[in-house]
């Protein structure tokens, strides 16, 4: 009795209110979004004592003048004293940031950071006109712009942390373009040098014919030949890495002056040279951070009045955007005249030279911008279009349940409210049918007296095989009839399995890519549609109320109702996709299309007579366990030949697709997917 009562005491005394210092993010840091609407917050902190309790919850929210999230769960963990993860935010801010961990429903610790925001971020490199050796000191209207200088970030006033000299910069300027327009904070981070030559900029080894006017961060070599030290180009490759990949938008480089018409004619570089050296510097540092990173490369070669460009450099400069390494900058060598100091004397800007040189960089940059969401690009043997959209929270489940939707259980039971998550009534998940009863003109009458609520992105994403050049959209009777592949992720399952519950004979397949509700996967009308359900292993939701139960589902449904369905845990993943998602995807797409749709199918002559493949002809795998968790070697046979319990396991269409599934099981990835 006397050890019980000192366990309850050591565990009722470990529940004591902690202080948490949070380290990630910084005061004023700028993330770099990854949608419009969206980007990935990163967390780290310190607790003042060791937490070693069960069911330990991270969880974060963010707040701004007129609005605010509701609490969600971070991903990630926390271990004695540490605690780090990561969290989808809205685009925007200032926010302030609360972060606060629980232990069954009792809050232990709460910290907060004053100023984040969710927007975009440029790395500013070159010489003096891409640093703050301007005429006059700028400073950002909008106070939506920080600068980082490798250790903390402030707001953007000039001059620019991390960059040379102590005068003007075109950052406020350009930043507070870009803020007018997106409507999002703008990160800067700037690592400019005074009077540097490309040269100076090389990776540490590469070798040139003719030194730099200024030779301090080059030496030359017993063979006659000089080589770059490699200090401009380390400090640059750890100011880009001082982000996570795809953590800033685009490189800006300002930079030519000091390799053009120089006074001593030896020190003078060659278009052709400038060319070579500057994409070595762009290759190689894309190498070095693991991504590549846009560059945008103005034209800057201007000196004073009467040298006032070199053709040859300008004409290499535009040569990278020709051949496509690079993005065309602003023509810095058409600002002139009083644009330039010392009423034009000079090589560097004046005060209104520095805000017309930031207008000229968001002239180039921001219609760029605008077409990042929406540009194709090369994935998955294909190419992927996206769009996004903000939908109001009218058009959600929980919105219609709370606004429309009438109290009759009959209709609707209920099991979603998480409040009653733990112990769900199996007779109310058996008979789910999500038949609302609600016509559009009582939804419409609903949002009208309610309003729409708050907005939420939406993205749409679209996929074109290798080898088809174009898909049209109308002149096609036969899509009428089309059958139907049917994808969601998060939320967007519980469309991918209802709509196969009410249109069974339209979908040869469906996927539930992460649901963020698995509940509403419980689907018997659609238990002869094959379906996979995707879980990542790390994903919040999956724990929510906890990982055994949310696995149970498809189990269920398989034994209530036969299902055709299978599950996939993938191991150290969380909400999202990876790339090694998608060839599981695309293996059970094939698969499933050729055992749900007739060789002779022909859309154009009316609707296609779907084939239901029979129980038995299928394989069966072991399904997924908790513990040990991470890669497992599951079991798969052959329906008949399965050694353990046929009813739960997950169906697996054939052999070839059983291989593949177990692969992914096993490794994490689909060596030659069939």
Sequence with gaps: ?????????????????????????????????????????????????????????MEARVMGE?????????????????????????????????????????????????????????????????????QEKQTTKTRRVASFDGKAWRIADDPQPGASGGGGSFVPAFADAVVAKENVPVGIIACGIG?????????????????????????????????????????????????PPQGFRAVLWHQGESDANQKDATRTLPGKLYREYLEKIIRDSRRDIGWDAPWFVAQASYH??????????????ASLWKDGLALEGPDSDALKGKLRERDGQGVHFSGPGLREHGAKWAEKVLPWLATQWTEP??????????????????????????????????????VLDEAKWGTPDPQQVVSRNWDWKVSDEQWREAVKQKGEGKREEVAFDFWLPEGIESVKGSGHPELEHAPLFLYGHSNGTGFSAIFAS?????????????????????????????????F?????????????????????????????????????TGHGPGEKTW???????????????????????????????????????????????????????????FPADKATASWLLNAAYAADWQAFQRDGAIAHPK
């Design 1 to 57: 009795m006397k050890r019980l009562l000192a366990l309850v005491f050591l565990a009722a005394t470990s529940l004591h209110a902690l202080d948490l210092t949070l380290t990630l993010p910084f005061d004023y840091q700028v993330v770099q979004r990854s949608t419009p609407g969206k980007g990935l917050l990163r967390i780290a902190g310190e607790l003042s004592e060791a937490v070693a309790l069960p069911d330990v919850a």
């Design 66 to 134: 007129k609005d605010q999230t509701s609490w969600q769960r971070v991903g990630g963990s926390v271990s004695g004293k540490k605690l780090s993860g990561a969290v989808e935010m809205p685009a925007g801010g200032w926010w302030r940031l609360e972060v606060r961990v629980s232990q069954g429903g009792k809050q232990l610790a709460l910290g907060s950071v004053a100023h984040v925001g969710i927007g975009e971020v440029f790395v500013i490199a070159g010489q003096s006109n891409s640093a703050n050796h301007g």
């Design 195 to 243: 009077a540097t030559s490309v040269r100076e900029w090389l990776p540490k080894g590469a070798t040139f014919p003719n030194p730099p006017t200024l030779v301090s961060r080059v030496e030359q070599l017993p063979n006659g030949q000089w080589t770059s030290k490699g200090a401009a180009y380390d400090a640059f490759i750890a100011r880009m890495t001082s982000v």
């Design 304 to 317: 004073v009045p009467g040298d006032e460009g070199s053709d040859d450099i300008r004409a290499a400069q």
């Design 377 to 414: 690009r090369q994935t998955n043997d294909g190419t992927e279009w996206s769009d996004f959209a903000q939908l109001p929270e009218c058009h959600s489940l929980g919105w219609v349940s709370a606004n429309v939707q009438s109290k009759d259980t009959k209709s609707w039971n209920g």
């Design 502 to 534: 009410y249109e069974p004979q339209r979908v040869w397949g469906f996927v539930s890519m992460r649901p963020g509700t698995t509940f509403q996967v419980y689907q018997p009308g659609a238990a002869h549609v094959p379906g996979i359900v995707i």
């Design 536 to 572: 990542g292993e790390d994903d919040p939701f999956l724990a929510r109320p906890s990982k055994e139960e949310n696995l149970a589902v498809v189990p269920a449904l398989r034994k209530n109702h036969r299902a055709l369905w299978n599950i996939a845990v993938e191991p150290k």
């Design 583 to 641: 060839p599981l995807v695309f293996s059970f797409l094939r698969h499933s299309f050729t055992a749900r749709v007739p060789a002779d199918a022909d859309a154009r002559k009316g609707p296609v007579k779907l084939l239901t493949p029979a129980l038995e002809s299928g394989h069966l795998g072991q399904n997924w366990q908790t513990k040990p968790g991470g890669y497992q070697k599951l079991i798969t046979a052959p329906f008949t030949d």
